[in-house]
């Protein structure tokens, strides 16, 4: 599993549009066939098994897919990261942005034929900000809000301590049945295991270590999904996911670079599957721990010394065979556009030379080490042991630096290790990679702002007062246009100070069996978005 | 013959209780907070790192930890999941069958094919076929068992298309059916788990039937007219000991291929949850586990020294005398 950060909560009024996707041999259009029929079924493989499918509680992968397909939020987004209506059909926003007010669909009911309502609404915020949940991953984006009201079963309105610009993106969050939870502990309840939500699959079945199994909702709002059984094997190696997919047990599979070069120009390959590559939401970084603990990383001018040293670019044609793309803005293309006027800090060894020696630390002729006040410049990466590209990574850093005079040593954690170190602060550098929400406020909230140190991601002890406060202009800013600009001047002012400097989103490769169609990739993966999962097909076999 | 039972079972309980004090402390030492661990990239709020300090009794010294883990244990109560908040001995329970089910087809298929392997090269020793079958045996052995993994499924359930290529069977509309499809499910992981005993036990027997083969009372059990099967019998029954202090030391070898088998090929085994909730720093699964492997290796021994009594009546007799003496 790659490490990731759970996701924040937030959200994008911005909606941009533009999806970095391609596919090199695309699924079939969906016109191109015409599968009258509903049916069939979609096997999606799990790399790990979720912990709880509890709507609120979830923290993984896995659990949000799940939550995703057996739960319904009152908002989602689309294939191109634009918020859409799910279970609000209208929303809107008054007092200057202060009030948010959500009209649900009438007749939506839970899968055990209950009516949902707007205390189910409340109920599950009620959950989300009720501390002992550890709701890690939704309690953000509620904690600006003052007040909940219900007025009416369809009306949900609520009420925030300030105009928040972020607001929506909070209530991606699958609604919780009331009337079930309530009788139960939410912690231990066994709608924890086997829950029930209005969404367009309901539960089946959980068998621990081997598969979830969802089948279609026919009285879904949203009208019938075509595919009628949701398969979730957990098959832990890649090896064995990609073989399973050549055997026919699966449907999708996602490749290495490796295995992408061996299969994607295989003919024999593609007449079976579509190979598809995307842009996905995730990249890697180092965080450079800048609290003044260790000589180096507190001078903004080394930090960018580090940026210029590093070949990202070469990286990512080399060992990655061209399959990602370069992060010179911490923005994901898809959630803020890239600045035409940005001037990233490019692969750069002259520059990188002549800006270690103007922050004062020489090349020492005798061990051919930069040094300075006597300290020799020799630091500790920190990386991830579970993921070959973080090693591959770090050691070609390793090369550009020792060719500058800096000696990198590399240590590898396992997850929860590096996580605990990162969490503490106790490193000078760390490889590691996230997952941001949606909402540029997301990214630049949790790792940058000065209240996110320690509590938070702000993992670099960074902390700068112009960006503090253009963050938090960014959240009150109603006006797009003037998000936009807000966050384009933090993405300039965070590449001049590189508190982090952000490497690059690998792309994710994936095959998927030419039996499915009408799926498009999303940043967010090929069936987190919405309506998609709805409108996936399984083409028919002939006579079966 | 009872007596000794109790006695050898009686002695493994300080064993026990030093591996559960180990393991215990092995824990504790770690140096990350599991709070830590479970926090994710989000932040647990004060209350909420509270609330689960107060659940894992963190607050407390270790030592009073173990206290109240060991009275739990002693009512039968290994404690709750961190990660999913079942009871730890369900966690256990639903993955243990297939652990066992595996290592235990495993031992059948090393001795199953090990010992007539053995038997035959010992009785044409330096022949062509006791060579290349030697060779073989060798090769196998040397192969990784990940690397065996991935070529039988390549061929046996990819190209060919012959078996399952990874998980556990649904169950069937027929016991038989449910039997058939489990047998295919587990027919390749259960080679790559035997694949490195074959050659050890098929070397040791063929060394053991060798020797036993030169002996004296086969010649003399020939001479009287025994047909060559019923002498085999004769030669297998003189080396069992051997066998069985072997199967002593194979067993907790399979136990730990098994994680590496159990994860390429998606079995809901022990190994993979051993994994998973180190992982996870899931602290009550992990001591849970480890506690069961002791007993299990423990048991193991047992069951080596019960089946010693049971195939050689000099060790019985042996015993006996140790009682008389002791008496």
Same mark, same amino acid.
């Given at each position: 599993?790659?490490p990731?950060s759970l996701r924040g909560v937030?959200?994008?009024?911005?909606?941009?549009?533009? *999806?970095?996707?391609?596919?090199?041999?695309?699924?079939?259009?969906?016109?191109?066939?015409?599968?009258?029929?509903?049916?069939?079924?979609?096997?999606?493989?799990?790399?790990t098994e979720p912990a709880t499918l509890n709507f609120v509680t979830a923290s993984d992968?896995p659990a949000d897919?799940?939550s995703?397909?057996?739960?319904?939020?009152?908002?989602?987004?689309?294939?191109?990261?634009?918020?859409?209506?799910?279970?609000?059909?209208?929303?809107?926003?008054?007092?200057?942005?202060?009030?948010?007010?959500?009209?649900?669909?009438? &007749?939506?009911?839970?899968?055990?034929?209950?009516?949902?309502?707007?205390?189910?609404?409340k109920y599950t915020y009620e959950r989300v900000i009720d501390r002992k949940n550890h709701a890690l991953g939704h309690l953000d984006g509620f904690l600006?809000v003052?007040?909940?009201?219900?007025?009416?079963?369809?009306?949900?309105?609520?009420?925030?301590?300030?105009?928040?610009?972020?607001?929506?993106?909070?209530?991606?969050m699958?609604?919780l049945p009331r009337?079930l939870y309530e009788k139960e502990d939410f912690l231990t309840s066994r709608f924890n295991r086997a829950p029930?939500?209005?969404?367009?699959?309901? %539960?089946?079945?959980w068998?621990p270590?081997?598969?979830?199994?969802?089948?279609?909702?026919?009285?879904?709002?949203?009208?019938?999904?075509?595919?009628?059984?949701?398969?979730?094997?957990?098959?832990?190696?890649?090896?064995?996911?990609?073989?399973?997919? /050549?055997?026919?047990?699966?449907?999708?599979?996602?490749?290495?670079?490796?295995?992408?070069?061996?299969?994607?120009?295989?003919?024999?390959?593609?007449?079976?599957?579509?190979?598809?590559?995307?842009?996905?939401?995730?990249?890697?970084?180092?965080?450079?721990?800048?609290?003044?603990?260790?000589?180096?990383?507190?001078?903004?001018?080394?930090?960018?010394?580090?940026?210029?040293?590093?070949?990202?670019?070469?990286?990512?044609?080399?060992?990655?065979?061209?399959?990602?793309?370069?992060?010179?803005?911490?923005?994901?293309?898809?959630?803020?556009?890239?600045?035409?006027?940005?001037?990233?800090?490019?692969?750069?060894?002259? !520059?990188?030379?002549? /800006?270690?020696?103007?922050?004062?630390?020489?090349?020492?002729?005798?061990?051919?080490?930069?040094?300075?006040?006597?300290?020799?410049?020799?630091?500790?990466?920190?990386? %991830?042991?579970?993921?070959?590209?973080?090693?591959?990574?770090?050691?070609? $850093?390793?090369?550009? /630096?020792?060719?500058?005079?800096?000696?990198?040593?590399?240590?590898?954690l396992d997850w929860p290790g590096l996580w605990a170190r990162l969490k503490t602060g106790d490193?000078?550098?760390?490889?590691?990679?996230?997952?941001?929400?949606?909402?540029?406020?997301?990214?630049?909230?949790g790792?940058?702002?000065?209240s996110q140190i320690g509590d938070g991601r702000n993992y670099?002890?960074?902390?700068?007062?112009?960006?503090? @406060?253009?963050?938090?202009?960014?959240?009150?800013?109603?006006?797009?246009?003037?998000?936009?600009?807000?966050?384009?001047?933090?993405?300039?002012?965070?590449?001049?100070?590189?508190?982090?400097?952000?490497?690059?989103?690998?792309?994710?490769?994936? !095959?998927?069996?030419?039996?499915?169609?009408?799926?498009?990739?999303?940043?967010?993966?090929?069936?987190?978005?919405?309506?998609?999962?709805?409108?996936?097909?399984?083409?028919?076999?002939?006579? &079966? | 013959?009872?007596?000794?039972?109790?006695?050898?079972?009686?002695?493994?309980?300080?064993?026990l209780l030093?591996i559960s004090v180990l393991t215990f402390a092995i824990l504790n030492l770690l140096p990350n907070d599991p709070i830590q661990v479970w926090s994710g990239g989000g932040y647990y709020s004060a209350e909420a790192v509270e609330h689960l300090r107060s659940e894992l009794r963190l607050e407390q010294s270790p030592a009073a930890r173990y206290a109240s883990w060991g009275l739990a244990l002693l009512r039968g109560d290994l404690g709750r999941s961190m990660r999913d908040g079942r009871p730890v001995a369900a966690v256990i329970v639903s993955a243990?069958?297939?652990?066992?089910?595996?290592?235990?087809?495993?031992?059948?298929?090393?001795? &199953?094919?090990?010992?007539?392997?053995?038997?035959?090269?010992?009785?044409?020793?330096?022949?062509?076929?006791?060579?290349?079958?030697?060779?073989?045996?060798?090769?196998?052995?040397?192969?990784?068992?990940? @690397?065996?993994?991935?070529?039988?499924?390549?061929?046996?359930?990819?190209?060919?298309?012959? *078996?399952?290529?990874?998980?556990?069977?649904?169950?069937?509309?027929? !016991?038989?059916?449910?039997?058939?499809?489990? $047998?295919?499910?587990?027919?390749?992981?259960?080679?790559?788990?035997?694949?490195?005993?074959?050659?050890?036990?098929?070397?040791?027997?063929?060394?053991?039937?060798?020797?036993?083969? &030169?002996?004296?009372?086969?010649?003399?059990?020939?001479?009287?007219? *025994?047909?060559?099967?019923?002498?085999?019998?004769?030669?297998?029954?003189?080396?069992?000991?051997?066998?069985?202090?072997?199967?002593?030391?194979?067993?907790?070898?399979?136990?730990?291929?098994?994680?590496?088998?159990?994860?390429?090929?998606?079995?809901?085994?022990?190994?993979?949850l051993y994994l998973t909730s180190i992982e996870a720093r899931d602290y009550p699964v992990v001591v849970g586990l480890t506690l069961l492997?002791a007993?299990?290796?423990?048991?193991?021994?047992?069951?080596?020294?019960?089946?010693?009594?049971?195939?050689?009546?000099?060790?019985?007799?042996? *015993?006996?005398?140790?009682?008389?003496?002791? !008496?």
């Amino acid at each position: 599993m790659r490490p990731r950060s759970l996701r924040g909560v937030a959200v994008t009024l911005l909606a941009a549009a533009l *999806l970095s996707a391609c596919t090199s041999s695309p699924p079939e259009d969906r016109g191109a066939v015409a599968p009258s029929d509903y049916g069939g079924r979609f096997v999606y493989p799990l790399r790990t098994e979720p912990a709880t499918l509890n709507f609120v509680t979830a923290s993984d992968q896995p659990a949000d897919l799940v939550s995703r397909l057996v739960g319904d939020s009152l908002v989602d987004r689309d294939v191109d990261m634009n918020i859409v209506p799910r279970l609000a059909e209208s929303w809107e926003s008054s007092d200057s942005g202060r009030v948010l007010t959500f009209h649900l669909r009438a &007749g939506v009911r839970f899968h055990d034929g209950q009516p949902l309502t707007s205390a189910d609404v409340k109920y599950t915020y009620e959950r989300v900000i009720d501390r002992k949940n550890h709701a890690l991953g939704h309690l953000d984006g509620f904690l600006p809000v003052e007040r909940l009201e219900t007025p009416d079963d369809r009306t949900v309105r609520v009420v925030y301590r300030f105009p928040y610009a972020p607001a929506l993106s909070a209530w991606e969050m699958p609604i919780l049945p009331r009337h079930l939870y309530e009788k139960e502990d939410f912690l231990t309840s066994r709608f924890n295991r086997a829950p029930i939500g209005t969404g367009p699959f309901r %539960f089946v079945s959980w068998e621990p270590g081997r598969r979830i199994v969802l089948a279609s909702n026919r009285e879904y709002w949203g009208g019938r999904p075509y595919v009628d059984t949701l398969e979730l094997p957990i098959i832990p190696t890649q090896e064995t996911t990609l073989m399973a997919l /050549l055997a026919g047990e699966i449907d999708y599979a996602s490749l290495t670079p490796v295995q992408w070069d061996a299969y994607s120009r295989d003919p024999a390959f593609t007449r079976r599957f579509a190979t598809v590559s995307y842009l996905s939401l995730f990249f890697y970084y180092i965080a450079w721990r800048a609290d003044g603990s260790n000589p180096f990383f507190s001078d903004p001018e080394v930090r960018r010394a580090m940026a210029l040293a590093l070949d990202r670019e070469e990286y990512v044609r080399a060992v990655l065979h061209g399959l990602g793309q370069v992060s010179f803005s911490l923005f994901h293309p898809a959630i803020l556009p890239p600045d035409p006027d940005s001037r990233p800090l490019r692969h750069d060894p002259r !520059a990188a030379a002549a /800006l270690f020696d103007h922050a004062g630390w020489r090349l020492d002729p005798k061990t051919g080490l930069r040094s300075k006040n006597g300290r020799p410049f020799r630091f500790t990466l920190l990386i %991830f042991s579970g993921g070959e590209d973080h090693a591959q990574f770090s050691q070609v $850093a390793q090369e550009s /630096l020792r060719a500058l005079g800096i000696d990198m040593r590399i240590e590898r954690l396992d997850w929860p290790g590096l996580w605990a170190r990162l969490k503490t602060g106790d490193f000078e550098a760390a490889l590691s990679g996230t997952v941001p929400a949606g909402d540029p406020d997301d990214v630049v909230y949790g790792m940058l702002h000065s209240s996110q140190i320690g509590d938070g991601r702000n993992y670099a002890g960074f902390h700068d007062q112009e960006i503090d @406060a253009w963050i938090e202009e960014g959240r009150r800013a109603i006006d797009p246009q003037a998000r936009s600009a807000c966050y384009r001047r933090i993405a300039k002012r965070v590449e001049e100070l590189q508190p982090y400097t952000y490497l690059f989103f690998p792309k994710v490769l994936a !095959a998927l069996s030419r039996r499915v169609m009408g799926v498009e990739p999303s940043p967010r993966g090929l069936i987190v978005q919405y309506p998609g999962v709805i409108r996936l097909k399984i083409r028919q076999q002939p006579g &079966g | 013959m009872i007596p000794f039972l109790v006695r050898r079972a009686l002695s493994s309980v300080p064993t026990l209780l030093g591996i559960s004090v180990l393991t215990f402390a092995i824990l504790n030492l770690l140096p990350n907070d599991p709070i830590q661990v479970w926090s994710g990239g989000g932040y647990y709020s004060a209350e909420a790192v509270e609330h689960l300090r107060s659940e894992l009794r963190l607050e407390q010294s270790p030592a009073a930890r173990y206290a109240s883990w060991g009275l739990a244990l002693l009512r039968g109560d290994l404690g709750r999941s961190m990660r999913d908040g079942r009871p730890v001995a369900a966690v256990i329970v639903s993955a243990l069958p297939w652990t066992l089910l595996l290592n235990f087809c495993s031992v059948i298929l090393i001795y &199953g094919v090990a010992v007539p392997f053995g038997l035959f090269g010992a009785s044409s020793p330096g022949s062509i076929a006791d060579r290349l079958g030697r060779a073989l045996l060798i090769l196998l052995y040397a192969v990784p068992s990940f @690397a065996a993994a991935l070529l039988l499924q390549q061929w046996f359930a990819v190209r060919l298309g012959w *078996l399952p290529l990874q998980g556990v069977p649904d169950r069937g509309a027929t !016991a038989l059916g449910t039997t058939a499809s489990l $047998a295919r499910h587990l027919l390749l992981p259960t080679i790559c788990l035997a694949l490195s005993g074959w050659a050890l036990v098929a070397r040791y027997a063929r060394a053991a039937f060798r020797s036993a083969l &030169g002996r004296e009372f086969l010649a003399v059990a020939r001479a009287k007219g *025994l047909s060559r099967l019923r002498a085999s019998g004769h030669v297998v029954a003189n080396t069992a000991v051997p066998f069985i202090t072997l199967l002593a030391t194979i067993v907790p070898g399979l136990a730990g291929g098994s994680v590496i088998v159990e994860q390429i090929f998606s079995l809901p085994g022990v190994g993979r949850l051993y994994l998973t909730s180190i992982e996870a720093r899931d602290y009550p699964v992990v001591v849970g586990l480890t506690l069961l492997s002791a007993v299990l290796v423990l048991s193991g021994h047992l069951l080596v020294d019960v089946l010693y009594l049971v195939v050689d009546p000099r060790i019985r007799s042996g *015993l006996l005398d140790e009682r008389s003496d002791a !008496a």
